[in-house]
């Protein structure tokens, strides 16, 4: 059994998913917080579309899973070659000053 969390302030029909946590997890939580989620089995998994990240949403009244599919941040490989363009610049910004 899991507890689905979701956005307070979205539609009942497509409301965001924010956490889901399983029943050895929630055990450790109030009444009064585990009253605010739903109670779901094997929740599904998203499909994998490549360059895509899911965004889960739940209809809370049918307790079915809706995924949206945005495009996922830049490749951790073109993140570290910007690094590497900017820390060469940096050095011979710092070189051409001592010259």
Do not use: C, W
């Not at 029909?13 to 779901?40: C, F, N, Q, W």
């Not at 094997?42 to 307790?63: L, R, S, W």
């Not at 830049?74 to 820390?87: F, H």
């Amino acid at each position: 059994m899991y507890k689905v969390f979701t956005n307070k302030n979205d539609e009942p029909t497509k409301s965001r998913v924010i956490a889901v946590i399983s029943e050895s997890i929630y055990k450790h939580y109030s009444a009064e917080k585990l009253a605010e989620g739903i109670d779901m089995r094997n929740p599904p998994q998203p499909d994998f579309v490549d360059g895509k990240v899911a965004i889960t949403y739940i209809n809370k009244e049918t307790k079915e899973y809706i995924y949206e599919y945005k495009e996922a941040p830049k490749q951790l490989e073109e993140v570290e070659g910007k690094i590497k363009s900017l820390e060469e610049a940096v050095d011979t910004l710092i070189l051409d000053s001592l010259s």
